[in-house]
């Protein structure tokens, strides 16, 4: 698993594209027939993808988790953004369709991820943090993330924001998650911008076409850096960064923090104005 290492605000002021991509942007998370995981060591965050073929694929060990099993200490979101698929969960199946939520409790030791049709896979996008509690593991259908539209055609950022895993939804240790689609027209994320120096965070940019582009923006407010993202590739925010981007038409991302609460509306927002 590949290990990413906390940089200050400092040292990113000084970073070029190339240092910025290598520290903040996860490519090619989601790969046929294998887990493909980082590990941040913004909150100990996990960050990952599985795409089951015809073969379930397990979630495996890890040298550098010194742990008897992958949950031993840890919770697991994941959001399926593919075809149909089935999670089983020491030995509980569970039915994930396109954008459907499992929350995996701490202490769940087999994890085995399958696709129903291998000619359309599933696509499952993870996130794991550590956890000091079992939480049991539950289901949340598209449905039941009672999405919220916010945003407006005239500022070009009007969306609609499903909440899986919060304060008020799924109940987790420190985990939120969720996504975030935007409308046709509508290119903004995030924007106004915010950060939650409580929280690290996550972005995973899908359902951006192949011929385009989010250029997604970082940094402290008055220290903004950006990079060039493209579809099923994740962003890691620091703590005291921004995290918004731009896109060259609409698309959608899905989004997770972990840290000191899951209080989604804990932000500090930023007003257009002061960013540079
Ligand atoms: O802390 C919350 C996250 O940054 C996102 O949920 C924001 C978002 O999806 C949006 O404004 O479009
Ligand atoms: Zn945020």
């Given at each position: 698993m590949e290990q990413r290492y906390h940089n200050s605000p400092k040292e990113v002021s000084q970073m070029n594209t190339e240092e910025l991509r290598a520290n903040f942007l996860i490519q090619n998370v989601m790969q046929p027939g294998q887990l493909n995981l980082t590990y941040s060591h913004y909150d100990r965050i996990i960050v990952g993808g599985v795409v089951p073929q015809a073969e379930a694929v397990a979630l495996g060990n890890y040298?550098?988790?010194?742990?008897?099993?992958?949950?031993?200490?840890r919770e697991l979101g994941v959001i399926n953004i593919g075809g149909d698929g089935k999670i089983e969960v020491d030995g509980q199946n569970y039915q994930l369709s396109r954008l459907d939520c499992l929350y995996v409790g701490r202490g769940s030791r087999t994890v085995n991820f399958k696709s129903v049709n291998a000619d359309q896979p599933a696509q499952y996008y993870l996130l794991s943090a550590p956890a000091h509690a079992d939480y049991p593991t539950t289901l949340m259908k598209?449905?039941?993330?009672?999405p919220t539209t916010i945003g407006a055609l005239e500022t070009s950022n009007e969306r609609t924001i499903y909440k899986y895993i919060h304060k008020d939804g799924l109940q987790s240790c420190q985990l939120v998650m969720g996504l975030t689609t935007l409308n046709t027209g509508s290119v903004w994320n995030t924007m106004p911008a915010h950060t939650h120096d409580r929280r690290m965070e996550a972005y995973f940019y899908f359902?951006?076409?192949?011929d385009q582009a989010v250029v997604h923006f970082m940094g402290e407010p008055q220290e903004t850096r950006h990079m060039l993202v493209h579809n099923h590739q994740a962003i890691l925010s620091p703590p005291w960064s921004i995290h918004s981007g731009c896109g060259t038409r609409n698309y959608s991302f899905i989004w997770g923090m972990g840290g000191e609460?899951?209080?989604?509306?804990?932000m500090d927002a930023v007003k257009i104005t002061e960013l540079r």
């Open positions: 040298d550098n988790l010194k742990a008897e099993f992958f949950l031993e200490r598209k449905e039941g993330a009672l359902d951006v076409a192949p609460n899951k209080d989604y509306s804990d």
